[in-house]
Nanobody, 123 residues
Framework: QVQLVESGGGLVQAGGSLRLSCTDS????????MAWFRQAPGKEREFVAG????????LYTDSVKGRFTISRDNAKNTVYLQMNSLKPEDTAVYYC????????????????WGQGTQVTVSS
């Protein structure tokens, strides 16, 4: 059973940084590919970043490349999203998600979701 809990959201000024964490209380974390998604008000949820079960592969949406870094610590059952140079358009509820691994990191069809954490970037 995968149970994901996010933390680390908050209010930050443009140009600032935040680090989101997502911890799985289950025993199979290292078997899953993990990802971060976000949903801004009035918009659909979108893929932000993904990481393979081993941490050896990552994938980012174009708008966050060079600013966000996804990483994981399988010993701690935790995936992170380091967000630097934040912009007002990064404001959203951020969700972590898990799915069974595939050859390539997927941007859709994740099976397990956390409850989300709010990130607000002021201009």
């Amino acid at each position: 059973q995968v149970q994901l809990v996010e933390s680390g959201g908050g209010l930050v000024q443009a140009g600032g940084s935040l680090r989101l964490s997502c911890t799985d209380s289950g025993r199979t974390f290292s078997s899953y590919n993990m990802a971060w998604f976000r949903q801004a008000p009035g918009k659909e949820r979108e893929f932000v970043a993904g990481i393979s079960w081993s941490g050896g592969s990552t994938l980012y949406t174009d708008s966050v490349k060079g600013r966000f870094t996804i990483s994981r610590d399988n010993a701690k059952n935790t995936v992170y999203l380091q967000m630097n140079s934040l912009k007002p358009e990064d404001t959203a509820v951020y969700y972590c998600a898990a799915r069974r691994p595939t050859t390539k990191i997927q941007t859709t069809a994740y099976d397990y979701w956390g409850q989300g954490t709010q990130v607000t970037v002021s201009s």
